[in-house]
C-alpha cells in the first residue's frame, strides 16, 4: 500500500488497543513518534525501510492518534509502554527479534524497551534524545532546583498540573504545533525558545509563529497533525511527563541499566535537548552505557524534529545501520 494509505492495523496489547501503521515484508521496524506527534511523522522513512526490506510498523503511542487513550496517569510508564512495545512486536513477528528506532519521548521508550525486552529487540535507535540511566536524582527534583526556585519557565515543570497545558494546547491545536514545533527546530533563530519566561507562564507566550513555515513542514502535514489533536487532545501526550517519579523509582531498583544490544544515535547541533547538556560529547557520554554504540552522528543544522527536518541524512544513516543488523 502507499504511504498516503498505509494499512493501519488496531492491535490490543495489554488493556489498550494501538492503532499501527503498517508496510513491508521482512524483519521488523518499530517506530516510536514523540511529543506531540505520531505515526506520521515517519512518513519519510517508512518507504525506504520498506526498500531496504524490512516491515515496517509505526505505532501511535496510547494517548495519540487512532490509539486508545487511557485516563489514567499511571499507564503511560516507562515500564508499561516498554511493554507495550514488546508486545507488538511480537504480534508482528512472532517467530524473530524485531528493531526499535524512537523520538524523542519515544528515544526513552524505545532504549528501554530494549533495557527491558532484551529478548524481543536485538537493536535499539534513537533520534534527538541520548540514553541516559537514572542518576543520584529524579529529573523533576533537579529541574526545580535549576528552575522552578528561580522563578523561572520549565515546560515540563507547566506540564505537570492536569487539565492546565491541555486547556492551552487543545485551544488551537495547528497553532499549538506551529509555533511548538518552529522553536524547537533548527530553522528558528537563536533565542527563540525564551530563557526568561516565568514560572507559571504558558508554553506557547512569546513563541512566534512563522509566515511561512519552513518547508519540512507542508500545510498538508500540518492538516494531518491538526486533525489528529482535535480528535484525541492532549491528556495522553502530557501524561507521560507526569511519570518522572514513577519511571525514576522503578528504573533505580533495576540492578544494571546497561544497554548491550547494536545501538545507533542521530541528534542535531541545534536541537535544545542537547543543548541542556553544554560541553558534554553526548556520543562519547553514551558509550559507558551503550557499549555497543555503532552510529553515534550530531547533524548540522537540525533542531529536534530529526527525522523531519533532516530526512534524507537520516535514512542515508538509518538504512545502512538497519541493514547491518
Known amino acids: 500500500m502507499s504511504l498516503n494509505q498505509p494499512e493501519f492495523r488496531r492491535i490490543p496489547v495489554n488493556g489498550v488497543t494501538y492503532r499501527v501503521a503498517v508496510e513491508g515484508e521482512g524483519p521488523l521496524v518499530l517506530l516510536v513518534h514523540g511529543f506531540p506527534e505520531s505515526w506520521y511523522s515517519w512518513r519519510h522513512q517508512m518507504p525506504e525501510i520498506v526498500k531496504a526490506g524490512f516491515q515496517v510498523a509505526a505505532v501511535d503511542v496510547i494517548g495519540y492518534g487512532g490509539s486508545d487513550a487511557p485516563q489514567p496517569i499511571e499507564r503511560y510508564s516507562l515500564q508499561n509502554l516498554a511493554s507495550d512495545m514488546a508486545a507488538i512486536a511480537k504480534t508482528l513477528s512472532s517467530d524473530e527479534m524485531a528493531i526499535v528506532v524512537g523520538h524523542d519521548w519515544g528515544a526513552p521508550i524505545a532504549w528501554n524497551s530494549a533495557l527491558l525486552h532484551p529478548d524481543v529487540f536485538k537493536s535499539v535507535g534513537a533520534l534527538s534524545v541520548p540514553y541516559s540511566p537514572p ?45 511548538f514545533y518552529y522553536a524547537l527546530s533548527g530553522d528558528a533563530p537563536k533565542g527563540t525558545w525564551p530563557k526568561d519566561k516565568k514560572h507559571g507562564d504558558p508554553l506557547l507566550y512569546r513563541l512566534p509563529d512563522p509566515d511561512p513555515f519552513p518547508a519540512w513542514l507542508t500545510e498538508e502535514d500540518l492538516d494531518y497533525y491538526e486533525n489528529e489533536f482535535r480528535a484525541s487532545g492532549f491528556r495522553g501526550p502530557l501524561n507521560r511527563y507526569r511519570n518522572h517519579p514513577r519511571d525514576y523509582a522503578y528504573l533505580t531498583s533495576l540492578p544494571d541499566t546497561k544497554i548491550y544490544q547494536p545501538a545507533l544515535f542521530i541528534g542535531g547541533n541545534k536541537d535544545l535537548v542537547l543543548s541542556m547538556l553544554p560541553g558534554v560529547d553526548v556520543v562519547e557520554r553514551m558509550k559507558e552505557h551503550v557499549p555497543n554504540l555503532q552510529v553515534g552522528k550530531v547533524l548540522d543544522g537540525c533542531g529536534h524534529w530529526t527525522q523531519q527536518e533532516k530526512p534524507e541524512e537520516v535514512n542515508e544513516l538509518l538504512i545502512p545501520w538497519l541493514k547491518a543488523q
Open 135 to 179: 542518576g543520584n536524582t529524579m529529573f523533576l527534583d533537579m529541574i526545580h532546583e535549576i528552575f522552578t526556585k528561580r522563578g523561572l519557565f520549565f515546560y515540563q515543570v507547566y506540564f505537570q498540573d492536569e487539565g492546565v497545558a491541555e486547556a492551552e494546547l487543545e485551544k488551537d491545536p495547528r497553532d499549538t504545533i506551529r509555533r
